[in-house]
């Protein structure tokens, strides 16, 4: 089974940057993803990390580290419409995707 | 348009009930997903399908149960609805390959009472 861990909020300015940790345990590891979720909205793709590194998408990176089970989602020059839940997941063997319980960032003007 | 249609995407249902929630998708994915999603606790796998004719059990699978006849369609039942089963339920389906990403439904939010 999946043991995700990521913390349930957090606060930034607008503009600023800010790195949302996520720690797993896994019984078999086969790729790691982040997820956007906007309030009472379905969850859309951001970023999917199967090797140790950096992933960079426009003002959204992902780091993975396998051997420590931890990963981030780094959002830069933060606005408004990044006030969202960021779900971590991570996905075993049978190809199925696990969830953390979410993080859910406000930004401030 | 393509993507994941369910419905439907709310209703309040009596203990006791039987209730089936359908998902169909037109993109030719090979997997599909059902989760429910509860404050706090996350995106929860309830039942999978990694191709027609196959399913298998998610972490919350008792009290529902699946089918998956045909790629498209992949419906959810409540055989006998209980108040813990209140939820906002997402369906999700992705295309084999190593991205693997889930292409989520909209949603039903479904309440037991």
Known sequence: GQNIDQPTEMTATEGAIVQINCTYQTSGFNGLFWYQQHAGEAPTFLSYNVLDGLEEKGRFSSFLSRSKGYSYLLLKELQMKDSASYLCAVRDQDYKLSFG???TVTVRA | ???????????????GRRMTLRCTQDMRHNAMYWYRQDLGLGLR??????TAGTTGKGEVPDGYSVSRANTD??????ASAVPSQTSVYFCA???AGDSGELFFGEGSRLTVL
């Open chain 2, 1 to 15: 348009i393509a993507g994941i249609t369910q419905a439907p995407t709310s209703q309040i249902l009596a203990a």
């Open chain 1, 101 to 103: 319980a979410g993080t």
């Open chain 2, 73 to 78: 369609d992949f419906p959810l039942t409540l």
């Open chain 2, 93 to 95: 389906s992705s295309k």
């Open chain 2, 45 to 50: 796998l309830i039942h999978y399908s990694n």
